[in-house]
């Protein structure tokens, strides 16, 4: 039996920050189903960082995500982000909603223009403008690409440079009490821990059942994704991350020929190894065809992953009333990425049981937004 100080269960981008901020004030081992890091949610996310989704306090918690998202590393990994623009575009018919998102901008003090679609057509070339297309815009230079790949990496090898451990292979088979212990079973060995951090994304709720916590209710809805070749000779790395105001699709460049789409989809789904439905595979050719002048002959990939949500669509971060030292992490939604190290932050306060920072209180923040008492958990 291997024992820590706390056990983190999901090695995808909310257990892994999360365990790189306790690896440096307590033992901490981080228990992995799948054999890589990030096979779930994480490693099939888009990974951009905008404000053209959620409500105030993901865009708060995404505010204060940014300047360690685009900080440089120390050391000699890959920088986790590049600012990369983007564009939000309207219809005639959803100019309230762009306005409504120009506030948004104004008010997170955002490096942003409002333009017609006549101009937006600089940036991004193949948009069809008129009263039905692009009729208007909202270019945020201050936008981020994230590398999710870096940022997991970067994450492991911080926890295991502070002497933790990232046990792959360890799907959790069940979860038991042992006087204030938790006892962990995996397909690996057995953990125990005084606390144990439930990070299991779209999973959340079974390593809850496991445990005899109360669920939060997690709802993972599935989003999918195509790859297609853009238009031939035409370098796209520039383009920006296009996004409709309302239903319909975004898109950006993936290097320097190849364009990544998603319908924006949210079929409500199992926790499971998700795959791309043929019709969101269709639908999102089909509204790329018609917004721009793009055509996709040619799907080079397709995927899709699990944006897990609880019905108010804020993250879940605290411990369970019902059950001592079963911490919860999860329902990041659509913002996991780009929310990570405010919400780390966060859960590493609360773990911890530290004071409340000033300084989130004066923004708007305070756990009881997090809480999962808010969810009867
Ligand atoms: C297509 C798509 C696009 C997205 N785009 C963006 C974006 O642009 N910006 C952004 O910020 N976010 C984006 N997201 C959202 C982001 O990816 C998620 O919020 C984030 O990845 C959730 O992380 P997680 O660690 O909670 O979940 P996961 O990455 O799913 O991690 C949970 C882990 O728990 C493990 N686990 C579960 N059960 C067990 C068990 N019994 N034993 C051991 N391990 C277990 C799983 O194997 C998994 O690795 C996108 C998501 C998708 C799907």
Not at 95 to 120: N, Q
Not at 163 to 176: M, P, Y
Not at 217 to 230: A, K, L, M, Y
Request: charged share 20%.
């Amino acid at each position: 039996m291997k024992r820590f100080d706390i056990c983190v269960i999901g090695a995808g981008i909310a257990g892994l920050s999360l365990a790189a901020r306790l690896a440096h004030r307590a033992s901490v081992a981080v228990i992995e189903g799948e054999s890589a890091p990030g096979y779930h949610a994480s490693g099939r996310s888009v990974a951009f960082a905008h404000f053209g989704l959620g409500e105030r306090v993901v865009r708060t918690l995404t505010a204060l995500s940014l300047d360690d998202l685009k900080a440089r590393p120390a050391d000699d990994r890959a920088a986790p982000a590049e600012v990369h623009p983007a564009l939000h575009i309207a219809s005639q018919r959803e100019v309230p909603r762009l306005d409504a998102l120009e506030d948004v901008h104004r008010a997170f003090g955002c490096d942003y223009v409002r333009m017609s679609g006549g101009e937006a057509v600089r940036y991004a070339p193949a948009l069809r403008t008129g009263p039905d297309y692009c009729y208007s815009a909202i270019l945020d230079r201050g936008a981020l690409k994230l590398d999710a790949d870096a940022i997991l990496q970067g994450h492991a090898r911080d926890i295991r440079a502070m002497g933790g451990e990232l046990n792959l292979g360890a799907s959790v088979n069940s979860i038991a009490r042992s006087g204030e212990d938790w006892v962990i079973d995996t397909a690996a060995s057995t953990f125990t821990s005084r606390i144990l951090v439930n990070a299991a994304g779209a999973w959340a709720d079974e390593i809850a059942n496991m445990a005899g916590a109360s669920p939060i209710g997690i709802e993972p809805r599935r989003r999918t994704v195509i790859s297609f070749p853009g238009p031939h000779g035409t370098d796209l790395s520039q383009w920006p991350f296009v996004k409709t105001v309302g239903d319909g699709f975004y898109m950006l460049p993936e290097g320097t020929g190849q364009l990544l789409a998603s319908p924006m989809d949210e079929g409500a789904s199992a926790p499971c190894d998700a795959a791309p439905e043929e019709i969101d595979i269709a639908t999102i050719a089909e509204r790329i065809e018609q917004s721009t002048k793009l055509t996709v002959s040619r799907i080079s990939h397709s995927w899709a992953g699990l944006r897990s949500f609880v019905r108010d669509e804020l993250p879940v971060v605290g411990f369970a009333k019902d059950a001592p030292g079963f911490f919860w992490c999860a329902g990041q939604g659509g913002a996991g990425f780009q929310t990570s190290p405010a919400l780390s932050r966060i859960g590493e306060l609360l773990v911890l049981r530290e004071d409340w920072p000033e300084e989130l209180e004066a923004k708007g923040l305070n756990p009881s937004l997090f809480a999962p008492s808010r969810l009867g958990a």
